[in-house]
């Protein structure tokens, strides 16, 4: 299964992808960088600030920067990573920045009920501008 992230809000698309996982279906995800996540732009940014300066730089926790490894840790949290089947389930998902030109050509699926567009969020941020508050190097 591949997944369009634009304009999807990212709970709901995330949620969407750690159930088929778990049902064994590979899953990636593309796009990843135009995922949104709803609230006000103040409280969205200060929330990941708060995570990325948690603990210590070398022992962690570490929370990644990129967007497509932020959109990843997001379903992580979805997953029972800490049994067996959670981590093998958590192996099948991938998630990319932009389109890759493997996957140009296949069927590409949208989450209908993760579209921005059909709930009643006003305010929401891109995953791409958090991860550039955050220090991406991209």
């Known amino acids: 299964m591949i997944i369009d992230a634009t304009n ?11 159930k088929k ?3 064994g279906e590979k899953v990636d995800i593309v796009n990843s960088e135009k995922a949104v ?3 006000t732009r103040e409280v969205v940014l200060a929330k ?3 995570k990325k300066d948690m603990g210590a730089p070398l022992k962690g926790p570490h929370y990644p920067k990129m967007p497509d490894r932020i959109v990843r840790r997001a379903i992580r949290g979805m997953l029972p990573y800490s049994r ?4 093998k ?3 099948r998902i991938m998630c990319y920045i932009g389109v890759p030109e493997e996957f140009k050509t296949q069927k590409i699926e949208k989450v209908a009920e993760a579209d921005v567009s059909k709930s009643n969020c006003i305010s929401y941020v891109s995953i791409e501008e958090i991860s550039k508050i955050l ?4």
């Open 37 to 39: 996540v709803t609230g």
């Open 135 to 138: 220090g991406a190097e991209r």
């Open 84 to 87: 067996d089947r959670g981590r």
């Open 48 to 50: 990941f600030k708060r």
């Open 89 to 91: 389930a958590f192996k």
């Open 8 to 18: 999807s809000i990212l709970g709901r698309m995330c949620t969407v992808a750690a």
């Open 21 to 23: 996982a778990l049902l």
